[in-house]
C-alpha cells in the first residue's frame, strides 16, 4: 500500500491580540505589496498605513475559499492575509447560523467550515498564510495567570485554532525597561518608542509570567533573547522561510 504524502505549508503563521494592540499594522513592511492578497473580514475596515494590497471585502465566509483558489492560479500573488479570523467566524454565525431551521446541524458546520479551510485550502497553498485573531482573555482560577486563546465559539473554542499553527505569536505593547534584557537583531527600540515608553512587539516565546498564552513556535526557531521582537510580519516571513530552508 503506498503511503498518502502529508501537504503541509510551512509559510504559516497566527498572529493573536487585544484590540489596539497592533495585529494589523504589523502587516505594513511585508514586501511587494502588490503580491498580498488581503481578505478583509470587518466590514472594510480600513488598514492604519497606506497599502497596495490586492485587497477584497469579505462578505459570506465562503468568499475565503474563492480567494485562496483564485490566488493559487495568480503566480505574483505571495502572501494571504486574512483579517480577522474571529470576525470571519462571527461572519459565520451571522451568515449561516441565526435565523437557521437546525441550529445544531449550522454549528457543526461552523467547526467543519474552518477544518475545511485549514486541510483543503491553507495546507494545500503554495503561499504565504498569515492570519490574525483576537484574543480572548481569562483567568486561571487554580493558578491565578493570565490565559489566552483565539476568539471562537463552540466545538472549536474547546480544540482551540491555535492546533492548526506550528506558529502562534502575540502582539503586546511593552514598557522600554521590560525589553532591555532581550535586545537581539530583530528588536529596533527607536527614540520614538524612548519618548512613549512602550513599544508594540511580538513575543515569540512564552515566559514565566505569560504560561498561560497559546504562544508557540518550531524549538530553535527563535533564542530566548527572541522572546520579543519588532511587530513586523516580515521579520517572521523572513524567519520561517530560513528556518525551513532546505540545506
Not at 458546520?109 to 479551510?117: A, E, M, P, W
Not at 490574525?132 to 483567568?139: F, G, K, L, M, S
Not at 463552540?154 to 532591555?180: C, H, Q, W
Request: hydrophobic share 40%; with cysteine; proline share 2%.
Amino acid at each position: 500500500m503506498t503511503a498518502a504524502i502529508e501537504q503541509v505549508n510551512d509559510n504559516l503563521i497566527l498572529i493573536g491580540g487585544e484590540s489596539g494592540a497592533g495585529k494589523s499594522a504589523c502587516l505594513m513592511n511585508l514586501r511587494n505589496h502588490e503580491g498580498v492578497l488581503y481578505l478583509n473580514c470587518e466590514a472594510g475596515k480600513k488598514l492604519p498605513f497606506r497599502n497596495k494590497f490586492q485587497s477584497v471585502t469579505i462578505t459570506d465566509p465562503l468568499q475565503v475559499y474563492e480567494g485562496f483558489t483564485w490566488a493559487e492560479s495568480q503566480p505574483d500573488i505571495h502572501t494571504i492575509v486574512i483579517d480577522s479570523v474571529s470576525f470571519l467566524m462571527e461572519m459565520f454565525e451571522s451568515v449561516h447560523i441565526v435565523g437557521a431551521a437546525d441550529t445544531r446541524a449550522k454549528w457543526q458546520d461552523y467547526s467543519q467550515f474552518f477544518k475545511n479551510l485549514m486541510q483543503q485550502y491553507v495546507a494545500k497553498s503554495s503561499k504565504n498564510v498569515i492570519m490574525i485573531t483576537h484574543i480572548a482573555e481569562d483567568v486561571d482560577e487554580a493558578t491565578g495567570l493570565r490565559k489566552t486563546q483565539a476568539r471562537v465559539k463552540g466545538a472549536l473554542k474547546n480544540t482551540g485554532i491555535e492546533a492548526y499553527f506550528s506558529l502562534n505569536v502575540n502582539v503586546k505593547k511593552v514598557p522600554i525597561r521590560d525589553l532591555e534584557q532581550y535586545q537581539n537583531q530583530y528588536l529596533n527600540i527607536t527614540e520614538d518608542d524612548k519618548l512613549v515608553g512602550y513599544k508594540h512587539v511580538f513575543q515569540t516565546r512564552i515566559t514565566k509570567n505569560t504560561t498561560g498564552e497559546r504562544i508557540r513556535g518550531p524549538m530553535g526557531m527563535f533564542k530566548p533573547t527572541e522572546t520579543f521582537i519588532d511587530n513586523d510580519a516580515q521579520i517572521l516571513l523572513d524567519v520561517v522561510h530560513e528556518f525551513y530552508k532546505e540545506d
